[in-house]
């Protein structure tokens, strides 16, 4: 059963499809106007989709985490990032509440920070199937060095605004 928030956006989707926007898709939501935990684990969180109401348009989605946080794989000390998600949306577009959880299931996850970054994006990548997509972790120091890590699934689609991350370097108190 779904709140009226999830069946409002469920109502948009299937007006588009209804209008020729776009062909519509049988989407199950399972988190969005639920009360969901967070998932134990990064491979126990469902990343879900829904459909693009609008799949022709070449457009840039943006996701920023700015308190992204996971556990170091050989200490067990927290690590804290700052993430930021372009991506180019084909038919389906990440539905943010799955990707909050999805992200937060990190919390109690070990990893080193190019492995986290590049899970979080090939998951993505998984469940959404974009036409591009880019990551960048801005990781904060760890030992005195901070660790910046880049992922993206190829060159972006001819004619698509890719803006700046906007994430300066990190330059500690001074």
């Known amino acids: 059963m779904l709140d009226g928030r999830a069946e409002a956006a469920l109502k948009v989707v299937r007006t588009a499809a209804a209008s020729g926007m776009m062909m519509e898709t049988e989407t199950r939501l399972t988190q969005l106007g639920q009360a969901v935990p967070v998932p134990p684990s990064p491979e126990a969180a469902a990343l879900e989709t829904v459909p693009n109401p609008d799949p022709g348009a070449l457009y840039l989605v943006r996701f920023t985490c700015p308190e992204f946080t996971t556990l170091c ?10 993430l930021v998600i372009d991506y180019a949306p084909d038919a389906r577009l990440v539905e943010s509440k799955s990707l909050k959880l999805f992200l937060a299931s990190f919390r109690n996850h070990r990893g080193f920070h ?6 979080v994006g090939r998951r993505l990548v998984e469940a959404a199937v974009p036409r ?21 699934t190829g060159e972006p ?9 906007g994430v300066p370097p990190y330059r500690g108190r001074g």
Do not use: K, M, N, S
């Open 114 to 119: 190019e492995a986290c970054t590049l899970l």
């Open 157 to 165: 689609p001819a004619g698509l605004w890719l803006p700046e991350q």
């Open 73 to 82: 794989p050989i200490t067990g000390q927290p690590d804290f990032a700052h």
């Open 132 to 152: 591009w997509l880019r990551i960048g972790g801005y990781w904060y120091p760890r030992g005195g060095i901070p660790i910046d890590v880049f992922w993206q």
